[in-house]
């Protein structure tokens, strides 16, 4: 079991760095739902496109780091992930106050979710190996 998990959480930071290169290099397709807005549509931060590819690497990084089976590492990451889905109760995760934008119902059905996930898969594979 543990190794199907590795593989599922393994295939989302392959997929997760690629989409990241795939906005980096000029596509659009759902960038506007995965990047914080104000109420008024503002964007909280634009992300450069170096940026987008440092975060592309990273998240194909934590593939080795659960692959390897780096228990103090994957323990991070559960942390890391966990962290994400609980938010910071304004803009980002499941406490959120501003509810209303594109990108607030995008991370409350999809983001914060796959973060729980992960960081839920990710402490039972820390814990299993």
């Given at each position: 079991?543990?190794?199907?998990?590795?593989?599922?959480?393994?295939?989302?930071?392959?997929?997760l760095g690629l989409i990241h290169f795939y906005w980096a290099f000029g596509r659009t397709i759902a960038l506007n739902k995965v990047i914080p807005t104000t109420t008024e549509g503002i964007k909280l931060f634009n992300p450069a496109k170096s940026l987008?590819?440092?975060?592309?690497?990273?998240?194909?990084?934590?593939?080795?780091?659960?692959?390897?089976e780096m228990k103090?590492?994957?323990?991070?990451?559960?942390?890391?992930?966990?962290?994400r889905a609980v938010g910071d109760f304004h803009h980002i995760g499941f406490f959120k106050k501003v509810k209303s934008t594109s990108f607030a119902l995008y991370d409350t059905?999809?983001?914060?979710?796959?973060?729980?996930?992960?960081?839920?898969s990710l402490a039972f594979t820390a814990y299993n190996v």
């Open positions: 079991m543990i190794n199907n998990i590795i593989i599922i959480d393994s295939l989302i930071f392959i997929i987008t590819i440092v975060v592309g690497i990273i998240l194909l990084s934590f593939t080795y780091i659960v692959v390897l103090s590492g994957i323990t991070l990451l559960a942390i890391l992930f966990f962290t059905k999809y983001l914060s979710p796959l973060c729980l996930y992960l960081a839920i």
